[in-house]
């Protein structure tokens, strides 16, 4: 069975003690792991750290090893702009990016979005997705975490955020996906850098549309059938990574 992973938000080096953080302490307790366990510590700027496991009192101490240069991330940037769903479809999203191994999630309050979020509201909503990064990047390997930003227009995150070629989700399209991709003018532009767009229940407003054509986003179809918003940027990275090779 695999070591035990733990995210812990402060900096780590090789070769310390220190007192585990009451997030982290907590898990291991739930966990029931005893004195002498092995465990891996990473903080979410690359690579991870072995530790053996220590209490004191009521508090945890892990005394870490060499750093393991480990990397298990996608071979280009890959941004997710999507669409904010309603009720809690978001989480199971920001989850699987991190396992498919998306860089950035970007949540778009767009014009038919239905879960619109502001004040406190806001701020527990971003602190519960950045629990589940971690959470996710803990149980998959990664040792870098996936970004995410406040929600926002999608004018505001095109102006922002949109990395390399810009990819939008759109039934109607011409262009299908693998078609687009294979297209060397394409591979150009992507230059291991790629945003892809997915629009909300009830899709992209003729406004945002607009906006996505002002800022060079190419529309491409995927597939016959037309997926629900918390199932289509998801195949998406699925299908794009490997269509890439990344």
């Excluded at 900096?11 to 739930?30: E, F, K, W």
């Excluded at 465990?39 to 750290?49: A, S, T, V």
């Excluded at 950035?104 to 767009?110: D, L, Y």
Aim: charge should be negative.
């Amino acid at each position: 069975m695999a070591d035990p992973r733990f995210y812990c938000p402060e900096p780590l080096s090789a070769h310390q003690t220190l007192a585990l953080p009451n997030s982290v302490a907590h898990h291991i307790r739930v966990r029931r792991l005893e004195a002498g366990s092995t465990i891996i510590l990473f903080d979410g700027r690359g690579g991870e750290l072995p530790g053996t496991l220590d209490f004191h009192g009521k508090t945890a101490c892990v005394t870490l090893g060499e750093l393991h240069p480990k990397e298990c991330e996608l071979a280009g940037e890959l941004c997710l702009f999507q669409g904010l769903p309603s009720g809690d479809k978001m989480d199971w999203v920001i989850e699987k990016a991190v396992e498919l191994g998306v860089s950035r999630i970007v949540p778009i309050s767009a014009h038919r979005s239905i879960l619109k979020l502001s004040g406190p509201r806001l701020e527990k909503r971003l602190a519960h997705w950045a629990g589940i990064i971690e959470s996710a990047s803990e149980q998959c390997g990664r040792n870098r975490l996936m970004q995410i930003s406040p929600p926002q227009t999608l004018e505001e995150a095109l102006n922002a955020r949109a990395i390399g070629e810009r990819l939008l989700c759109d039934p109607s399209a011409s262009d299908d996906l693998e078609t687009h991709l294979s297209d060397s003018t394409c591979k150009a532009k992507i230059d291991r850098a790629l945003t892809l767009l997915v629009g909300p229940e009830g899709g992209w407003s003729p406004e945002e549309l607009q906006s996505c054509s002002r800022n060079h986003a190419q529309g491409i179809r995927f597939g016959t059938r037309v997926l629900r918003t918390e199932t289509a940027g998801l195949a998406l990275v699925a299908a794009t990574t490997a269509l890439l090779r990344w």
